[in-house]
């Protein structure tokens, strides 16, 4: 069970950060990974941290945007800085297990497990 939180309303610059829960997820087994969706467009990925604590972002979100994790609290991070209009999706986190390839190459499609969800909207 994947648990989305933290999203919210903010200006343009501003920052927010997203919490995933990822309760019952060995994370030494696991790719997890934030992405985003805007209705009518495809998910993309926006950040990717593998077991091993590799980090890949998006290009559109590089330099801005930083992946992290608390494993005594089995909870996933997203803190979001300069946020920009472009920014407005859905965010969701997602996992897939580490076994099938690097975590960085994996089709979106092969993440599992998605929360429900939490709303950014930048003004």
């Known amino acids: 069970q994947l648990v989305e939180s933290g999203g919210g309303s903010v200006q343009a610059g501003g920052s927010l950060r997203l919490s995933c829960v990822y309760s019952?997820?060995?994370?030494?087994?696991?790719?997890m990974g934030w992405f985003r969706q805007v209705p009518g467009k495809a998910r993309e990925a926006v950040a990717i941290i593998s077991a091993g604590e590799r980090t890949n972002y998006g290009d559109p979100v590089k330099g801005r945007f930083s992946i992290s994790r608390d494993t005594a609290k089995s909870t996933l991070f997203l803190q979001m800085n300069n946020l920009k209009p472009e920014d407005s999706a859905m965010y969701y986190c997602a996992v897939v297990p580490a076994s099938g390839g690097v975590c960085y190459t994996r089709p979106i499609d092969e993440f599992k497990n998605w929360g429900q969800g939490t709303q950014v909207t930048v003004s």
């Open positions: 019952g997820y060995n994370y030494g087994r696991y790719c």
